[in-house]
């Protein structure tokens, strides 16, 4: 194609769109909301100065360009100057997923090369496990919350606070290649080693643009976020940069609170006490949160909640809506950065009774702005968008990773035709809004037939009695396979005859044929989850055979 490329003045500035562009004049004056973390409370003014502070004292533990930095922390205000002051260097944050067992985190942190670690004390006991052997590690900065933090068992560089103090509170971020590498994690559910992903910092500016525009505009006249809200994230910072989330909420500028480690009496005291207005998480730890005792005396009206990472079913939704809670989806996975698509509520959709606008909300949303996606048969023919077709999710965006860390055949089979292949099948309506019908793994294939295991949760989901629920496959001699159904009941009234008599209105409408109703329907205590609380499908299937 003739397109019309004009050589710049050679004094032209091209502006690389880099990490530290975030960090606005708009939140540099601001004085009202601050950053929160346990007792401590920042201004603006004084975050960015600590980041400058932090930049100073890696640097001087010999951190520089293309070096990884790990982190080891539950989710704190230290996290958030990590997540700016690593990548602005020009080093690269590796955020260790510290819910891996402790091989897969020393798997990890050779295959990213870490050089420096930035550890919380309470996952010494891993590094003092591990640290023999340890490839390539260097240095270590440890990480307290107390004022007398325990001593570690191998020498350290020093305490995180001390090093911060000591360091020079003015830094010069230099310019360099947008298309550096900012980060980099592991992704987990995955059978053999976590697969490494990585982002530059172009793409993650521009995914944080996009978010902003996303938290703006998507829910109609009501903004998921805006400068007044409070938001505090409860998806780990570990996974995917908490959706990236903070890096908006930053470039907002709003309030912002850090909750460290997840307890559910302590999340919902926060959302009570520091009036927060919006979070997202997994449904799982929303669930814990609306089940602690310190549920019981909040008001969550003001909250508004994205639900991701897994399918938020119908059953979910109405217990949040029932407490007042605001809530959406989302759809994305670690190697998407994770933004793909959020709920778009019209003023239409809010005007819905409630049984219809919840069919809205627990759909995945629709494209978010920028992203590419389609559903693709076995052929890799694109399908209709008409609301029942059924194909691959494959999608293209600017902040996909391009690759997976140091493993080209399997990057191979992730972008096969220039498509980002997420392994999610999917149905696209003609208003655009995606429904994800399972993961291909975690389709049931029964005779001839495929049943949405999502589908199926989402049935059962409604039933009165029922609290979570997960839906696998059982091998069936007859039938190839056949569905099975995890249930914690909420009360009584559960009981495995009385969910198969709940699934008889889907079966008389034909929205399931009969093959579909559960062989067998287990009432247990527990289902098991993976590091970054969602259900383990895999390890549920792996005890049953
Ligand atoms: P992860 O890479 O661990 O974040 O997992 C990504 C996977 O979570 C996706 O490929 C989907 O299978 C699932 N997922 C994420 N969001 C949703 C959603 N809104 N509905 C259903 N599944 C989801």
Redesign the pocket.
Known sequence: MNTKILKPSDSAYTYPLLIKRLLTSVQRVENRNQIISGSQRFSYRQFNERICRLASALRAQGIGPGDVVAVMDWDSHRYLECFFAIPMIGAVLHTVNIRLSPQQILYTMNHAQDKLVLVHDDFLPIIEGIQGELETVKAYIQLSDVDAPVTASFITAGEYETLLARADSCYEFPDFDENSVATAFY???TTGNPKGVYFSHRQLVLHTLTMVNSLLSRNADVPLLNHSGVYMPITPMF??HAWGIPYAATMMGVQQIYPGRYEPNKLARLIREEGVTFSHCVPTILHMVLQSDDASNTDFSKWKVI??????TPGQAEQAMFRSIDIF???????TC?LLAITRITREQRDLPFAEQVAWRVK??VPSDLVDIDIWDANNIPMPHDGKSVGEVVARAPWLTQSYLYEPEKSAELWANGWLH???VASIHPNGCIE?KD?IKDVIKTGGEWISS?TLEGMISTHPGVQTVTVIAIPDEHWGERPCAMVIARNAECTAQSILDHLQQYVASGAINKWAVPKEIRIVAEIPT?S?G?IDKKRIRSQMT
């Not at 989806?329 to 190697?335: F, H, I, N, P, T």
Request: overall charge neutral; hydrophobic content about 35%.
């Open positions: 992704t987990t559910g996974h995917v639900i991701g990472g897994s399918a938020l989806s989302a759809y994305g996975m670690s190697e994770p995945a949303g997420t392994g999610d994800i993961r999502l993976t970054v969602k």
